[in-house]
């Protein structure tokens, strides 16, 4: 039988070193399109007249370098900005070839619009010159709500028109008054965890993290604004069903955790109540930044509000607080009072 290597015939180290040059490649396109170097772009690929790049649309086939060139020319082109950030990447290989793919998000700015979307690579590698060079890549868009036949649009100026219509309006996710309820949620040790586990195992904890914060945050009426790989930051129009929410959020994980103790999902919630500023789907503001050092100031398994949450929520007779402490946070004038919230 013909054909690549079987990767689990190699001795380990040598699989190792291999699938570690592949897995560098998504890396290197992600540094080369935030430097806008195209021709660092086109060193990464292979110098044969087939090398391909497939995109999202039913007609974004490119063939040869130069047909390349046009391709990384008019994405850079129509963004000022055009970043990648990979969370998951995958690889096998043997010393000459393999192939990787990885999950991530895209983010660009166009024309003052700022979108940010997941993104998927696939790709075919070789070792050609000393260097690991792609023979094939295919780096798409996955968007939900298609119709059959249909394609995501390829242009960012039509990307972010859809982003835009996709929106959810945000004054279903503030109170009467303007105000808004901002939850911050963290995985502690996310860093020493991954490096632990490796990236396979870590994926697909990760995934299992996000499906639980989903799941609440539809079910006590949030709004997920955006999330950061291990940490989401979502919006509530009412505090109480905020912090209902990160309540049910603890108990799931520590009925989570009870189940599979040899990995273990601990997470830091921050809470914070005040006016802030809106802008398409996002927020901002000084009441942002609040929720987030206060989670910051969250260990693992622990929920901690602002003393406004406290007071808009204590008279309900729904939740105990702790003591009051007095902290520093970071780029905050003063000192601010916290309250830890008991849910076990």
């Not at 039509?158 to 009467?176: F, G, K």
Request: glycine share 8%; charged share 25%.
């Amino acid at each position: 039988m013909t054909g690549l290597q079987d990767p689990l015939a190699l001795d380990s180290a040598s699989r190792a070193v291999a699938e570690a040059a592949a897995m560098a490649v998504p890396y290197k396109l992600a540094e080369a399109y935030a430097r806008r170097d195209i021709d660092s772009l086109l060193a990464l690929f292979a110098n044969i007249r087939e090398v391909t790049w497939i995109g999202t649309g039913a007609d974004e086939r490119r063939v040869g370098r130069e047909e390349l060139r046009c391709q990384f020319e008019r994405n850079l082109e129509q963004s000022e900005v055009l970043l990648f950030r990979f969370e998951w990447v995958r690889a096998s290989a043997t010393p000459t070839a393999g192939w990787v793919m990885a999950e991530g998000s895209m983010f660009a700015a166009v024309a003052g619009e700022n979108i940010d979307v997941p993104v998927r690579l696939t790709a075919v590698v070789v070792e050609e010159d000393g260097e690991w060079r792609v023979v094939q890549a295919h780096l798409s868009c996955p968007a939900t709500g298609q119709a059959a036949g249909e394609s995501f649009p390829t242009l960012f100026e039509q990307m972010a028109d859809a982003v835009r219509r996709e929106r959810p309006d945000l004054l279903q996710h503030t109170s009467p008054d303007g105000t808004v309820t901002i939850l911050f949620t963290d995985i502690e040790g996310s860093t020493a965890v991954t490096e632990t586990l490796g990236d396979r195992v870590w994926m697909e904890v990760l995934r299992e993290h996000n499906e639980i914060i989903r799941e609440l945050t539809r079910e006590f009426e949030g709004y997920e604004v955006k999330s950061s790989g291990d940490g989401f930051m979502l919006a509530f129009g009412s505090a109480r069903r905020a912090l209902l929410c990160a309540i049910e959020m603890q108990r799931a994980f520590a009925r989570r955790n009870a189940l599979k103790p040899e990995v273990t999902i601990r997470i830091c919630i921050g809470l914070h109540t005040g006016e802030a500023i809106r802008e398409a789907d996002d927020f901002f503001g000084k009441n942002v930044i609040l929720a987030a050092r206060i989670a910051d100031m969250a260990q693992g398994d622990e929920i901690l509000v602002s003393s406004l949450v406290r007071a808009l929520t204590e008279s309900t007779g729904d939740f105990r607080f702790g003591e009051e402490r007095r902290v520093e946070l970071k780029g905050l004038q003063g000192l601010h009072r916290v309250y830890g919230v008991t849910w076990n």
